[in-house]
């Protein structure tokens, strides 16, 4: 028995918040030039949002568990790089370079999972190692040079092409990752576990949930959005690049946190991640446009993410 | 006589690491090309001694249970300063490596008030002011250049009577003026308390705030005596993200290398010294073994890794599962 | 004594209450220097709130207190001891990896030239060792290295290093040996010939009688009878501490019949670290099991050993009649096993506060209202709707968080959340602490309904009146084994106090703990 007012009480603070940033941004940018607020303009965000939204889901997904994925930067170019050293291996490679490259970043995951679930490490340290890790593999992988293989037709389709009324293939990726996510978490068993362990482990353990199982399975799910996600900018710019993965931690946790999920878990919605990512992507694309540097840019990051943790990420005074 | 089996007790991961480190040194040292001669030890010296401040600035801060992913982003920051002001006079020398040690400070106490007076989590935390200090790095070294004062930058990476790396002399000194005052001193020890026990400490009168705020300040402190040593070795200002995320990973597994715990509460910055000389002579192995170099960051990857997973032995002990629950 | 003299120390009127609990209601208290002074009376009784205010822990919302005859307040536990009262509390407040010597002179240590003075430290560590009796333990020893009872002893010195006037000992035995405990009380007398204060909380009445110069008994927050040590006997000791009207009501209790069929649940020689030694018990379908005793004797662990919750248990456990093997809390909540468990703390074990009471309801009923994993909302609200309905849980939407429901309904939740996987086997781990009596009640009467539905029941409460009003049976435990049984009408408050206590009372016709089965 959901009445309007209901809905507006229950819409989040800083869902609301994040949204309306994304409002004033646009408008702002339209005071700079008009053609911000047109639709190819808004389409091309779309777009480059895709890809930071599919890593982003992935590391939701952990957050609200209450840890963190400090191994996205190099799960990320493992997806990139898996998958077109697949697509060179003939034609079954190409066939199945999207599916290996996923299932590389699986497999990166559930070192992350192990070491977290049954070891009880913390997931910083535990995912910071599997990034050097990952990164010394990719290292060997490419001799220390760029990687000159190509993506596969596939790959650049999902990354580049337009089908569906001129909507952008990347989009409709992102769309459905999403909606599976929206689905994960709020019918599934499985997601309500998720929310429970990050709302109080314990609880939920002595609830007789099998708390390790989901943590492993949620990272593992974790790599394989990190490795999707490089797969798609892999198809993007048809090939993969060294470092490509390092520019998008800092932003897909900044994502999160900005659409109100809280760092210590179990709370959020993926609404706010989406909002958070176009905010983000938004916020670059302007910076870009009026040419402010990348030092400026991170600066703007670093302070933007205190400034909204320190709204809604305080722990309580009683500790 | 039981005296000594306690102290020896209380350093043990300290003296493993000491340990470890001889042995992998003689290993290298004995199998380089060069054999072991002077200018072999000063390279290695200036290399180790670089991660050794960022591995001590990191403990101090893992002590209490923290942990500060800024410091590799507070070297590549100060860095890049020094690279503009640690030149000229004399006088002026002495006031630009001045400024660099109270940035390094003062980016210290920025990340501690906001996590401990703040009351938010180090890790993002420390990931947003790192972001921010980087930046500030690139605003002052858009592209690698500067330079700095050459008699100091050849006194301090050069040799002591022809012999002694000067750069060890420096760790020294740092040693002695910044970590055993802090170890011995009052707040120090509650450092440890607090890492170790934060209710007990709490409960014992102990300062808690001040304690864990002082380890960001200290981790920042070292962090820029490291990216002052930088800029001798490399006469000159670079903002590289990829640097300054390396430096923070590697101090994090020269801390655990050397017997830090990173549940806090126990462990040493020498430890972390030699865990960083270890991690570091790691490296030059596969030199001298002529291993590819391409494997190098794979190795040290699969090392941080073991070296990470030691952290949970203490598992085994657990025997009411609900302890491992917050 | 001169009898002008002022008392060292004075409590008068002293009131303190939590939520709608009283815990302390004009309290008084007398401590005379150059005494031993012994404070009885059970859980809940007010000794610790008491202690609280006195070592500056709490503040009291009336009363006042006097040292020296001159009045006083602390703002904090170490207002307290500047004053010269210090308190051992059973918590202990030592830092694990640091050593003794650094944990003895932990808050103001000595100095030279603004560093630690290691030497001056080790000295202040060996004379409060020696001061208290501890002279084996090396002042250098990490603190995490020695055992509980050497904790206990580094305890005792860190207060007599802080040189106190009074000093308050709550349950500070409780871990120690018999040689140590002798070697304390050594010790005790000691400071009490030196014109010590010592207030000293214990359950062991022998203590108490070697001990004690004067006794205080509280009961129910108040000051009920101070004597001197000696002038009563140990029953009269243990009527004072009882003595309540029952304001609870209880549901009939119906006998069991006779059967063939074996018990539900068997224990055999159940041991685990130390905490439990060889417990051994059965519960029939229908029956309802208590455990009693004085709290921390085990009955928390034994719950969560049979609950698969910890690791290294050793005996058997038998559902059914057959060994049953339990690894987890969701290996025994499986339709095999069927157990359910309340836990201890319903706010950080038994719910997610910030989540609905829906998503808290249903939590461990997950894999029962889902297909595939996809949750079934249809049939998740019907059992939903039954269990507010057989609860009669009051609650604004089912939707809203949890945490926003009283005490009482937030119990409700936990115990229906639990119902709704039809357990065979229910476990509750001190249900009733802090729920209001009208709420109570309705637990009763429901525990009695499972019951008949043929529910095994085990029951931990520290409340007594629980014990005899809804158990068949109860299991009184003492340091981690089962010291006697009590049956049915052989249930009654002296004998279970007396029981915890270690006492032996008259005229209870008791069965002793080496019969396990009726």
Redo the contacts between chains.
């Keep these: 028995m959901t009445t309007r007012g209901a809905l507006w009480r229950k819409a989040d603070p800083a869902v609301a918040t994040a949204f309306g940033c994304i409002v004033l941004l646009l408008f702002l940018g339209s005071l700079y030039s008009s053609s911000f607020l047109s639709p190819d303009y808004l389409l091309q965000q779309l777009k480059v949002a895709s890809f930071l939204g599919v890593i982003a889901t992935g590391m939701m997904l952990v957050i609200l568990l209450g840890q963190i994925d400090l191994s996205v930067p190099w799960v990320v170019a493992v997806g990139g790089m898996m998958s077109t050293a697949a697509t060179g291996w003939g034609p079954t490679g190409e066939a199945l370079a999207i599916p290996f490259g996923i299932l590389c970043g699986v497999g990166l995951g559930l070192v992350n999972g192990i070491g977290v679930a049954y070891l009880r490490l913390p997931s910083m340290i535990i995912t910071l190692a599997v990034n050097a890790v990952a990164q010394g593999l990719m290292v060997v992988h490419t001799g220390g040079f760029s990687p000159q293989d190509s993506s596969s037709a596939a790959m650049r389709f999902i990354a580049t092409g337009h089908t569906l009324l001129g909507i952008p293939n990347a989009l409709i990726v992102w769309a459905a990752v999403g909606g599976a996510t929206v689905f994960l978490l709020t019918r599934t068993t499985f997601g309500r576990a998720i929310y429970g362990i990050g709302n109080r482990e314990r609880a939920a353990y002595l609830s007789g949930i099998r708390t390790q199982r989901v943590v492993l399975v949620t990272f593992a799910i974790a790599g394989g959005l990190s490795a999707f996600g490089g797969i798609l900018l892999a198809g993007y710019a048809s090939k993969a690049a060294q470092a490509m993965g390092d520019a998008y931690l800092l932003p897909s946790i900044a994502a999160v946190v900005l659409g109100g999920a809280s760092i210590l878990g179990g709370r959020g919605k993926y609404i706010g991640t989406v909002a958070g990512v176009i905010l983000i992507t938004l916020l670059q694309s302007i910076l870009s446009v009026i040419q402010m540097e990348e030092a400026g840019r991170q600066i703007i990051y670093g302070v933007v993410i205190i400034a909204m943790l320190l709204l809604y990420g305080r722990e309580r005074l009683a500790r | 006589m039981r005296d000594w089996r306690y102290r020896l007790g209380e350093h043990r991961g300290t003296l493993l690491a000491l340990v470890f480190f001889i042995l992998m040194f003689t290993i290298y040292a004995s199998n380089h090309p060069a054999g072991f001669t002077a200018n072999v030890v000063q390279t290695a010296a200036n290399k180790g001694v670089l991660l050794a401040l960022v591995a001590m600035a990191q403990t101090f801060v893992v002590l209490t249970a923290g942990i500060d992913l800024s410091v590799g982003m507070v070297l590549v920051l100060t860095n890049c300063l020094a690279s503009w002001i640690v030149l000229g006079s004399p006088v002026m020398v002495g006031l630009g490596v001045l400024g660099v040690l109270l940035t390094g400070a003062i980016c210290g106490a920025i990340s501690g008030a906001i996590v401990i007076y703040g009351r938010l989590q180090p890790i993002v935390t420390t990931i947003a002011t790192g972001a921010i200090y980087f930046g500030i790095a690139l605003a002052l070294r858009p592209v690698p250049g500067g330079d700095v004062d050459s008699d100091l930058a050849d006194a301090l990476t050069g040799r002591i009577f022809g012999v002694v790396p000067a750069s060890l002399v420096g760790l020294l000194v740092v040693v002695l003026l910044i970590w055993i005052p802090f170890r011995r001193s009052a707040i120090g020890r509650a450092a440890y308390a607090v890492g170790s026990s934060q209710a007990a400490a709490y409960m014992s009168g102990v300062p808690v705030r001040a304690a864990s705020f002082l380890v960001y300040v200290l981790s920042g402190l070292l962090a820029a005596v490291g990216g002052l040593f930088l800029t001798f070795i490399t006469a000159s200002g670079e903002a590289s993200a990829a640097n300054g995320g390396s430096y923070t990973l590697f101090s994090i597994a020269a801390a655990v290398l050397g017997g830090v715990s990173l549940f806090g509460g126990s462990g040493s910055a020498i430890g972390a010294i030699f865990g960083a000389l270890m991690f570091r002579t790691i490296g030059d192995l596969l030199f001298v073994f002529d291993l590819e170099p391409l494997w190098q960051p794979l190795f040290q990857g699969v090392v941080l890794l073991a070296a990470v997973c030691l952290g949970s032995v203490r598992l085994f002990q657990i025997r009411n599962r609900l302890d491992l629950f917050e | 004594m001169d009898p002008v003299a002022v008392p060292l120390f004075r409590m008068e009127g002293a009131s303190k209450r939590y939520g709608g609990v009283k815990a302390l209601e004009k309290a008084d208290l007398t401590v005379e220097a150059g005494q031993i002074h012994a404070i009885l009376g059970e859980n809940g009784a007010g000794k610790s709130t008491l202690i609280k205010i006195m070592a500056g822990v709490v503040e009291p919302d009336e009363g006042r207190m006097l040292l020296d005859g001159r009045e006083i307040k602390f703002a904090s536990?170490?207002a307290a001891?500047q004053a010269g009262i210090v308190c051992i509390f059973q918590?202990?407040?030592?830092?694990?990896?640091?050593?003794v010597a650094?944990?003895i002179s932990?808050?103001n240590?000595p100095?030279k030239f603004?560093?630690?003075d290691?030497r001056a430290q080790r000295k202040i560590a060996e004379e409060a060792l020696a001061r208290a009796g501890a002279e084996d333990i090396?002042p250098?020893?990490?603190v995490k290295d020695l055992p509980l009872s050497r904790r206990q002893m580094v305890e005792i010195a860190k207060a007599l290093a802080r040189s106190p006037r009074v000093l308050i000992l709550d349950e500070a035995t409780s871990a120690l040996t018999a040689a140590d405990v002798a070697k304390v009380f050594v010790v005790l007398k000691r400071l009490r010939s030196e014109g010590l204060a010592l207030l000293y909380i214990s359950h062991r009445m022998h203590e108490i009688a070697e001990l004690a110069d004067r006794c205080t008994v509280f009961r129910n927050g108040r000051n009920v009878a101070t004597y001197r040590a000696g002038e009563k006997s140990d029953n009269e000791v243990v009527e004072l501490m009882i003595g309540r009207e029952y304001s609870h009501v209880f549901p009939a209790k119906r006998p069991l019949a006779a059967s063939d069929k074996p018990p539900v649940l068997e224990v055999r020689k159940l041991s685990?670290?130390g905490r439990l030694k060889e417990i051994s018990l059965a519960v029939r379908a229908g029956e309802v099991v208590g455990l009693g005793g004085l709290d921390g004797q085990g009955q928390r662990?034994l719950l969560?050993a049979l609950?698969g919750?910890?690791?290294?248990v050793s005996g058997e456990i038998l559902v059914d009649g057959a060994p049953a093997s339990i690894s987890?809390?969701?290996a025994?909540?499986s339709r095999s096993i069927g157990m359910a468990?309340i836990?201890e703390d319903r706010k950080?074990?038994?719910?997610?506060?910030?989540?609905s009471v829906r998503?808290n309801l249903?939590?461990?009923t997950?894999?029962r209202i889902?297909r595939r994993?996809?949750?079934d909302r249809a049939s998740e609200r019907r059992l939903i709707d039954e269990m507010i309905e057989l609860l009669a849980i009051r609650t604004d939407?089912i939707d809203g968080p949890v945490g926003a429901l009283s005490g009482g309904n937030q119990q409700k939740v936990v115990i229906a959340?639990w119902l709704m996987v039809k357990p065979r086997i229910i476990l509750l781990n001190d249900p009733t602490r802090g729920i209001d009596v009208g709420t109570k009640v309705e637990l009763y009467q429901l525990l009695r309904t499972l019951a008949e539905t043929g529910a095994a029941i085990v029951f931990y409460s520290t409340d007594y009146d629980e014990l005899i009003g809804c158990c068949d049976r109860v299991l009184v435990l003492y340091d981690g084994a089962v010291k006697r049984v009590l049956v049915g009408d052989g249930i009654t408050e002296r004998a279970l106090i007396g029981s915890a206590l270690n006492v032996a009372t008259q005229g209870d016709g008791v069965a002793m703990a080496s019969e396990t089965l009726v």
């Design positions: 536990p170490a001891n918590e202990l407040s030592l830092i694990p990896d640091l050593s650094d944990n932990i808050s240590p100095k603004g560093l630690i290691r090396h250098l020893a990490p685990w670290s662990e969560l609950f919750v910890l690791r290294g987890s809390p969701s025994a909540k468990l836990p950080t074990e038994g719910l997610m506060l910030p989540m998503v249903s939590f461990a997950l894999d889902s994993g996809v949750v939407g959340k």
